[in-house]
């Protein structure tokens, strides 16, 4: 049973999407479909960037045993990975408990149990420490600003807002347990309301390095941070 933490108010006050609209859209790769099902109001933005995230993970990093797509919403960035064999097995985790549904949902209705698992989990609280990752994809809330000043977002906005960028810091302090030497995070962030020296100090205090910065056409407001964990330490 799947408790919501969005009233259907909520839901309707993000961005103008109607409570209950279904979307269902099919990630065809040459050698599989994947079909993506899930509310219209738990997508942040993943299908817009989707695609620079498998051009980079294909010119950058190459083909991952085990990735994991944080804070998923419904999955559809890693399960892009996946469809287009970009990796053999994908983890998916959000604390939305519905946008954990959706992704569950999509795992059944395509028989992908045997390589996707979900986790409902605030950060990495609830990941098992077994679950090691090659690589690490994730579109996180992207403003560390409200627009009237509060400190907490209202639920439906935790898709957009991480205040004090506390959600940021959380996932780096604990992900370096759960990457495999030389593993990567790929984070898309956002011009509008974040630089790379908010997050650089952050990957640097838990050991990781950074590989690269970069920003990928046609996305001028989005830009990508591109870490490591080192062989040594
Ligand atoms: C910008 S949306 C991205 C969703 C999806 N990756 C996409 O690209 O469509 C940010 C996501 O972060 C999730 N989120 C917010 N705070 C979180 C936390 N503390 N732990 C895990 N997920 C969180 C939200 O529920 C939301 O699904």
Redesign the pocket.
């Known amino acids: 049973m799947t408790t919501a933490i969005f009233t259907d108010e909520e839901k309707n006050m993000y961005g103008n999407q109607v409570i209950g609209h279904k979307i269902s859209k099919k990630i065809m790769s040459p050698d599989r479909v994947i079909r993506v099902t899930y509310d219209e109001y738990i997508?942040?933005?993943?299908t817009a960037?989707a695609e620079d995230f498998m051009r980079i993970v294909k010119d950058k990093i190459g083909v991952v045993d085990n990735a994991y797509?944080f804070?998923?919403?419904?999955g559809?960035?890693g399960f892009a990975l996946l469809s287009f064999g970009l990796c053999k097995h994908l983890t998916l985790?959000?604390?939305?408990p519905e946008?954990v549904a959706a992704c569950r949902k999509t795992v059944e209705m395509n028989n992908l149990q045997d390589e996707v698992n979900v986790y409902e989990?605030?950060?990495l609280d609830d990941i098992p420490k077994s679950e090691q990752f090659d690589l690490v994809v994730g579109?996180?809330?992207?403003f560390c600003t409200m627009p009237n000043g509060t400190k907490i977002p209202p639920l439906w906005d935790?898709?957009?807002y991480d205040p004090g960028w506390n959600?940021h810091r959380k996932f780096y302090d604990d992900i370096t347990l759960h990457l495999k030497p030389g593993g990567h995070i790929l984070f898309c962030e956002n011009i509008l309301q974040s630089a790379p020296r908010d997050f650089i100090p952050m990957i640097r205090e838990v050991g990781l390095d950074l590989e690269e910065v970069f920003t990928v056409t046609p996305n001028p407001d989005f830009y990508y941070m591109w870490s490591r964990k080192l062989y040594y330490s």
Do not use: F, Q
């Open positions: 997508d942040g933005g993943g960037v797509e804070a998923a919403g419904p559809y960035i985790s959000d604390i939305n946008a989990s605030d950060c579109n996180p809330p992207h935790i898709r957009t959600v």
